[in-house]
């Protein structure tokens, strides 16, 4: 709307100017009735261009309010926006600080049980040393029921090692059984399985030891290979695990096998198998006749 009025004046001034020059020249001579007639439609005319500018200035401005007002409202949006904002902050910063101090005052709490736990676990690790049992059992049940701070499964297989290197071996298996029961992701529960499937083959249990061996057969850490070797080569336990056969073929550098071949170009393999490769002892017959005795891992020398 500003921009619109230097221009209205610009032309008005130039029209008047030429008005009263026009006049001017005439001012001097007798005015006659035609002459009077064209300076009153000039004037006329003037009037006319005038309004119609006012009503573009008008219309203009009109255009640009109805631009402004969207942008006024989200304006007024934001702001109703940041203000919120900014009172959320604020109370979060309330709490955070609150928080802050809750947990400075847990840390000190908790290093002084975390220094007691540790303490009472070397008096524990103090009594193993020199074999006495009794004392460090209820030391140790006592960290396993109220402490925080110590793995409890690797309590509980101090636990079952202790009891059975005493040779106290059903209590030494109810421990191990604890282990396998109650904390099933624990990285402790392999070696619990195959120790407690050990003690039930001294206790002539010879059932329940296959099935906890049979039950580490697709494990592929030390003690599944360990419950393999006892699987088929010291218990004989009939399994798919201790023998199979299966045909291969090396492709450059690696063997390929499957279900069926012919003996005439495919190499056949007679052992152990895991998840449809050979893994562990067997033998190895070639097309040409030869065999050799072999260990595979992953179906690869």
């Known amino acids: 709307m500003i921009t619109f009025f230097p221009i209205i004046l610009r032309r008005l001034s130039l029209k008047a100017i030429l008005c009263v020059v026009f006049l001017s020249l005439f001012s001097s001579v007798a005015v006659g009735a035609d002459d009077v007639k064209k300076v009153k439609r000039i004037v006329a005319r003037l009037h006319l261009e005038m309004m119609q500018l006012k009503e573009k200035s008008s219309k203009l401005a009109g255009e640009q309010l109805a631009l402004l007002e969207p942008q006024n409202a989200k304006i007024e949006t934001l702001t109703r926006n940041n203000l919120k904002l900014s009172e959320t902050i604020s109370s979060l910063g309330f709490k955070i600080s609150i928080l802050e101090e809750k947990l400075a005052e847990y840390q000190t ?8 736990e ?4 070397s008096t524990i690790l ?4 020199v074999g006495e049992t009794n004392t460090l059992e209820a030391l140790v049940l006592e960290l396993i029921n109220k ?3 110590l793995q409890k499964d690797l309590l509980i297989l101090l636990l079952a090692e202790t009891q059975k290197n005493k040779g106290l071996m059903e209590l030494s298996l109810g421990y191990y059984g604890a282990l396998i029961s109650d904390y099933p ?3 402790y529960r392999s070696r619990s399985i195959f120790e407690a499937s050990e ?8 059932e329940e030891q296959k099935s906890l061996l049979l039950a580490l057969k697709e494990s592929d850490d030390p003690y599944g290979e360990m419950a393999r070797e006892k699987i088929c080569h010291q218990l004989y336990i009939e399994d798919p695990i201790c023998g ?3 045909y291969g073929e090396l492709i450059y550098t690696e063997w390929v096998w499957f279900k069926n071949g012919d003996e005439k170009i495919n190499s056949r393999y007679e052992g152990e198998i895991k998840n449809g490769v050979p893994n562990g002892k067997g033998t190895l017959f070639f097309p040409n006749g030869e065999k050799q005795e072999v260990e595979f891992k992953n179906g690869q020398f």
């Open 147 to 149: 402490g925080n701070n």
């Open 244 to 246: 199979g056969v299966l």
């Open 126 to 129: 103090a009594l193993a040393s």
């Open 118 to 121: 540790l303490k009472q676990f």
């Open 185 to 187: 992701n624990s990285p």
């Open 199 to 206: 003690l039930l083959g001294k206790l002539g249990q010879d």
């Open 109 to 116: 709490k908790s290093s002084s049980s975390q220094l007691s």
